[in-house]
């Protein structure tokens, strides 16, 4: 049987907003808003939440989640890899779903559920259109694929180059939302960092790197991460005006 686990990894320490999984929009917190989101996606089973903070972990099954306390990882993906190693019954697709986007649509997440039931991939991703004045923008990680939808490279820089004016139709923005086969989760953060992850600072990139391919997925989702308190006031509003 299927069994799809989409696990949210959360830290209480984030440098440009501490706390921000506990921060209010409008009564709840932002983890709870993630957490109900992935909950309403159809085909999920089990909505997790990957944390080292006990405050996040209360939040977290006050919303409905599952929990598991992870001690201290590197990143996100070693997280969300330690909670899927100890999770029973064991998922057989395991979604890392950040825990700072409380706009998360679940068609989204129903898209790169089916990609991957229907691909036989052992990792995908999303992207979704550029917005003008996006391709010049190193925020912005653009992705660009094979003809079979898969990877040829992720970059902060305008990819791929061209000759005539603008951005290249080719180009996407990455949407950074994964999924994974369990056996290849742990493959991967197993992986050593790789030289171009190091550069970019994308670790989608190692994957590239050590010669797996990641399919992609193309979303109308635009994808939004609170990083800032700035980012915080503009999802309290997109989210009161129905957004």
């Keep these: 049987m299927r069994r799809v686990a989409v696990i949210i990894p959360a830290?209480?320490?984030?440098?440009r907003l501490p706390g921000k999984p506990l921060?209010?929009?409008?009564?709840?917190?932002?983890?709870a808003h993630v957490v109900a989101r992935a909950r309403s996606a159809s085909g999920v089973d089990v909505v997790l939440v990957a944390t080292d903070d006990e405050r996040i972990a209360v939040a977290a099954r006050q919303a409905g989640a599952e929990v598991v306390v992870t001690g201290p990882a590197e990143t996100g993906t070693d997280r969300v890899a330690l909670a899927a190693r100890v999770m029973l019954p064991r998922p057989t697709l395991v979604v890392n779903l950040q825990g700072d986007e409380p706009l998360i649509e679940p068609a989204a997440i129903e898209a790169l559920v089916h990609a991957m039931n229907e691909g036989g991939s052992e990792m995908a991703t999303m992207a979704r259109p550029l917005d003008e004045g996006e391709w010049e923008r190193p925020e912005v990680v653009k992705v660009v694929?094979?003809?079979?939808?898969?990877a040829l490279y992720f970059s902060r820089?305008?990819?791929?180059?061209?000759?005539?004016?603008?951005?290249?139709?080719?180009?996407?923005?990455?949407?950074?939302?994964?999924?994974?086969?369990?056996?290849?989760?742990?493959?991967f953060a197993a992986l050593e960092p790789g030289r171009l992850e190091k550069e970019e600072r994308l670790e989608q990139l190692r994957a590239l790197e050590h010669g797996y391919r990641i399919r992609v997925v193309e979303t109308t989702y635009r994808g939004f991460g609170v990083d800032t308190p700035e980012d915080l006031e503009r999802a309290r509003a997109l989210m009161a005006s129905g957004g």
Excluded: C, Q, W
């Design 11 to 15: 830290r209480f320490g984030a440098s």
């Design 157 to 187: 820089a305008p990819i791929p180059a061209r000759r005539e004016p603008g951005p290249s139709p080719l180009a996407r923005a990455h949407v950074g939302m994964y999924a994974y086969t369990p056996a290849f989760l742990e493959r």
């Design 23 to 31: 921060a209010d929009i409008h009564g709840k917190p932002l983890l």
């Design 145 to 150: 694929t094979d003809r079979n939808g898969n």
